[in-house]
């Protein structure tokens, strides 16, 4: 069956702009969570949405921000961009929630100049 | 936070060799998995570990989750060109929170 999807797989933007990224779980699976991946910083939990719900968030500003529709996919948000922002943005899903198995996606690398 | 010390950084081997690497941290965790990233690719799950002491195998490649379930090793024998990537290990489970914590990843490269 399909893996997960990440759009766009790559993003210029300048600062002060916005961008949306889109995820599309596998088929089934309820859960999607976000991350965030740097040289410096590994990998960073952003937020998880579970049937239309988040429910966990981790340590970013409210720049960062995300939903999940009906059909399980997911978008994230992110606004008033700064040059710390660039990085791989990784999009996982899962049956149960960040407890079961994740499968990423192969993420959007955002760069902001 | 909780923080997870992945070493070695990188590792540079022989094909063939064995290779091994850990993470240990200063939380206890209830579940241990480890993860391996290719270029340009999202991380996919290797091993997953649920309990203190269980040794798991996939393939060439086994797994451990310490006895004080703060630390986790991952071994790999006979190394071939293909298992060039970045292995990540992460803990969930503490404090009661699921979400988990990655290590900073072991940069592997094999030299045929």
């Known amino acids: 069956k399909a893996g997960v999807t990440q759009t766009p797989r790559y993003l210029i933007k300048t600062r002060g702009q916005q961008v949306t990224l889109s995820c599309s779980p596998i088929s089934g699976h309820r859960s999607v969570s976000w991350y965030q991946q740097t040289p410096g910083q590994g990998l960073q939990f952003l937020f998880e949405?579970?049937?239309?719900?988040?429910?966990n968030k981790g340590n970013f500003p409210g720049r960062f921000s995300g939903r999940q529709f009906s059909n399980s996919r997911s978008e994230m948000n992110v606004s008033t961009l700064e040059l710390g922002d660039s990085a791989l943005y990784l999009c996982?899903?899962?049956?149960?929630?960040?407890?079961?198995?994740?499968?990423f996606g192969n993420g959007t690398r955002l760069t902001v100049t | 936070g909780q923080q997870l010390n992945q070493s070695p950084q990188s590792m540079f081997i022989q094909e063939g060799e064995d290779v091994s690497m850990n993470c240990t941290s200063s939380?206890?965790?209830?579940?241990w998995l480890w993860y391996k990233q290719d270029p340009g690719e999202g991380p996919v799950l290797l091993i997953a570990?649920?309990?203190?002491?269980e040794l798991t195998s996939n393939g060439r490649l086994t797994a451990q989750f310490g006895i004080t379930r703060k630390d986790s090793f991952l071994n790999i024998s006979a190394s071939i060109p293909s298992d060039v990537g970045i292995y990540f290990c992460a803990g969930q489970g503490a404090g009661g929170s699921y979400i988990p914590t990655f290590g900073r990843g072991t940069s592997l490269i094999v030299h045929p």
């Open positions: 939380s206890i965790f209830n579940t």
């Open positions: 949405y579970f049937s239309e719900t988040q429910r």
């Open positions: 570990l649920y309990k203190a002491g």
């Open positions: 996982a899903s899962s049956l149960r929630g960040v407890d079961s198995p994740l499968h």
